[in-house]
């Protein structure tokens, strides 16, 4: 009820004095992390550009694609932010409008990979990041992703849950690293079933690695690189893996929803944020790893991140087609054998 | 109170149009998702949910955690309970404050000191190795022993408490009474001490298996995904496979099952009471 009333005569305010008032409101749905970081570099300056107000949801990707879905035919949202699977499911739902290359200049400035991951314009890469093994390195050598495996690390190692981001890639490497390409990641499952009973456990959220290495619970994990710099600073002899048949690893996207209130407005929005003056604050901050070529960033910075040309060409992603399609099958294999 | 039953009416509605927008109407949109496919009522879902090996595992799983945890609880409860009500005034209050204490801990902190108690270099793990009952760390985190121990540490109070009311309650001369008739004291205790203080167990029983049923940090912290309980899965099914069908059928099993075991544990009791009356 007060927040009611309270929303209630702060409209009253709003339009008894125009002198407040921003006729332009841009509305986006975002992660709900580091939000303080990107209000100073990307919201208020936006917002003073402009000379509109934007106005933030915040959530996990799941909750904020089934919003998305329920507000199809009045949309609340302008702009959303999610992984690249995420967005071509809700642009297969119909739920998204293309983009217009033309208005986003910024296009110019970012990795090819990034420009159009999900086809036909529906949404560009903001960041991407590497995901690899770390290791205690006076523990034990990892060069393929089937070291995972080797005896030595039997009940010292954390893989991601299938139900998280980092699940599916995991087995995409190492289905590679067998050498098959089972679509369905069958033989990947499998050879995570055989030895199920050396996991200690199959995480659910990233955050819980920095502790399961502190504690010696684990000598090795599955990580994304967005939690490096925690695991970096624990003061452990850890490293971060390259292993021989590559990283692999994942990008979040901004796309437009369909009947967007001002397609001009939300393009200049994710134009700023593709903008290398914006990728630039982000990467410094360590909050996003920039897709924008022309951020320079020293090394300490760039350990933190998935940071380079170099870096990025040495990626394998998992196309968010297959994401899409197989997603239940992997669901059903792993529950099968592994989840059981 | 009031005469006026208009009055008591008016003065009721408030707080039964709150329940009822913010409680009742949810708790039936809940319930009537998990009912309904596209065009009519069904019972697919659960047909669906339980044909599923895996789910079928986290449902025993679920119930076998609760029923032990709630047996093991009692047990213990009804040895506490006895000393605490033997106990002399001032020790009383002590050791009731000592039972109440961990109440006031919120349960993320309380099974956090569990990832450390039970971690591969945590107490138990160094204890055990330095007086040489084993060679090398003891997988204990993320095994259902953990979930085990969380759930017990959580609601041991839960059961000590009621059973501790119950006790005080019991006309303190039963027990000799029964003595010098000759009764044994296990014959004592089954056949005076536990049907006199049934009630308390009975409270105790509903709000520690209803809450091992629906925990939900303890089991996520210290099994995690290895030893799915029905309400990580719920979890699983919302915020990661946008599947609220299943969730839903998830929430109605364990909804049911709570009313179900209050209902069934008052019954229970009420029948031994007006057995015990009738005689």
Redesign the interface.
Known sequence: MTRLSLAASLLALAAASPALAQDKTLTISVYGIAQDAYDVALYKPFEAKCGCKLVIETGNSSERLAKLEANAAAPVVDVIAFSDANALDAAKKGLLAPLDPAAIPSLGQIYDFAKDPVGDNMAVGYTFYGTSIVYRSDVVKIESWLDLFKPELAGQVALPNITTTQGPITLFMLEKALGKDDPDFADAIDLVAEHKGDIVTFYERGSQIPQLLQQEEIMAAVVGRFGWANIAKLGLPVEWAKPKEGQTGGMNVLAMVKGAKDPALAQEFIDYWLSAEVQQKLAEGLVDSPVNTSVKVDDVIAEGLTYGADTAAAIHFLPAEQQLTNREAWLAGWNAKVAQ | MFQNRRLGLLLLAPATIFVALGFIVPVLILLSGAFRAEGGWTLGHYLEFFA???NR?VFLRTFRLGLIVTAVSAVVGYGVAMAVVEAGPKSKGRLVALLVLPLMISPVARTYAW??IL????FVNVFLTDIGLIDSPL?L??TETAVFIGLIQLFFPLMVLPLISSLENLPRDVIPAARVLGASWPAVFFKVVLPLTKEGLVVGGTLVFVGSLTAYVTPAILG???V?MLETLLY?R?????D?ASAAVIAVILIVMSVATNVLLKRLASVRRSKAEAK
């Open positions: 599923q090996p895996l595992e990832l450390v971690g591969r270099t945590g997988r985190l993320f995690g995904s290895k799915l699983q919302v915020s990661v496979a946008n609220f």
